[in-house]
């Protein structure tokens, strides 16, 4: 007898709040396990999704398991795959949920619910001590930064290590050229996690954040830091990186893709930016037409003038990133199955940002949603379960 299972659904565009039902519990597939979820984690693409209705994600049929970022307890590994290679009842997980991509849109494996189907090379095992409620705020993060810094059709850096993989490691092994690599928007998800995967792949990590948050970036392993606000802040990572060989950067944050266009196209070493976010707030997207076209119609006139006149103008090429591309190629089991399980375990990795628990129960998701949506600063959003 399969366990009871119970979602909170979108039901349809605009629903408000999620509706909380029982749902279909799934087996999982020669190369899936099964998580009951101890903490649910929350994204800005999840509350976009919700008030923006059809305008994004418009595969997904409803009723919607909305969420990608879950922790918790193996309760079942598919057979006759590589699963059974990694996992066993009751290993203690975090992984990645892809329900929403366009390669599954498939209820059962949304966050959103007590019981999720998780792809075995998109999760990871978690050492004893630390909380599922903290793991859960990794997988969108690290998920995003891996494909940007990793994938071969992105910066395409050498893939991290962990220093206890050989005892006689003291750092990461060095680089002869492309040392440096920038991370413009060092405190947010996926910047923290940008930070120390390029650190740990060895490269000398430059990037920005506000003072108040220099500290912290810098323990992750940034070696300059700069403040994102100051106006010369592009003149001087120019000027810090003229004796280096830049291997690419990532953009996060509103303003970023155009100032790491800028600094890139004005030193040596490989013209790409990878770019985390856009500057638009689909959840303000309203079914007023008018409203609707003006939106899109900035975004188009931001996107050419940005994209195509400023980074071709000057001989740079960007590429947004979808979160979710790990799970087509070899990043995602480097990064969950081979990758973060050890640097976990050893301590070497940060698990940032702190998670922010607005209540115990998928009754709270839709509270994690709109506050999510209000803005936290140095936190993701959680719900434990």
């Not at 279909?24 to 979820?37: D, L, M, R, S």
């Not at 940007?148 to 220093?163: E, I, N, Q, V």
């Not at 430059?206 to 830091?225: C, D, I």
């Amino acid at each position: 007898m399969p366990p009871e299972n119970h979602a909170a659904y979108l039901m349809s565009p605009r629903a408000r709040p999620l509706e909380v039902k029982p749902a279909p519990y799934t087996a999982p597939g020669p190369e899936e396990i099964v998580v009951k979820n101890g903490a649910i984690a929350v994204n800005p693409v999840d509350y976009s999704k919700q008030w923006g209705g059809d305008y994004l994600f418009g595969w997904l049929k409803y009723p919607i398991v909305l969420g990608s970022d879950v922790a918790g307890e193996v309760v079942e590994v598919g057979t006759g795959g590589k699963a059974a290679q990694w996992f066993q009842l009751g290993d203690r997980v975090v992984g990645h949920a892809v329900g929403m991509d366009k390669r599954s849109s498939k209820p059962p494996e949304g966050a959103f619910q007590e019981y999720t189907v998780l792809r075995s090379h998109l999760a990871a095992k978690i050492p004893d001590d630390l909380s599922y409620e903290k793991a859960c705020v990794l997988p969108m993060g690290i998920s995003t930064a891996a494909c940007g810094l990793f994938m071969k059709d992105y910066a395409a850096l050498r893939h991290p290590t962990s220093l206890y993989e050989d005892p006689n490691n003291q750092t990461p092994p060095s680089l002869p050229s492309a040392t440096a690599f920038i991370v413009w928007g060092g405190s947010t998800s996926v910047g923290t996690n940008a930070i120390q995967l390029a650190k740990a792949a060895g490269y000398e990590v430059f990037t920005t954040a506000s003072p108040r948050n220099f500290e912290h970036v810098t323990e992750l392993g940034a070696s300059q830091v700069f403040d994102y606000n100051d106006p010369n802040t592009v003149s001087a990572m120019i000027a810090a990186l003229k004796n280096r060989t830049c291997a690419g950067a990532i953009a996060i944050g509103n303003g970023s893709l155009e100032a790491c266009i800028d600094i890139v196209s004005a030193v040596p070493g490989y013209k790409f930016v990878a770019q985390a976010t856009v500057p638009l707030d689909v959840a303000k997207l309203h079914e007023n037409i008018v409203s609707v076209f003006g939106l899109m119609m900035w975004y188009l006139w931001w996107n050419v003038s940005t994209r195509f006149f400023r980074a071709r103008g000057k001989g740079v090429s960007t590429k947004f990133i979808w979160g979710t591309d790990l799970m087509a190629n070899e990043v995602g089991g480097m990064i969950y199955n081979d990758f973060l399980p050890r640097v976990l375990a050893s301590g070497e990795y940060e698990v940032k940002p702190e998670p922010r628990v607005v209540g115990k129960g998928l009754e709270y998701i839709q509270e994690a949603l709109d506050t999510c949506r209000k803005g936290v600063s140095a936190a993701k959003v959680v719900v434990s379960m």
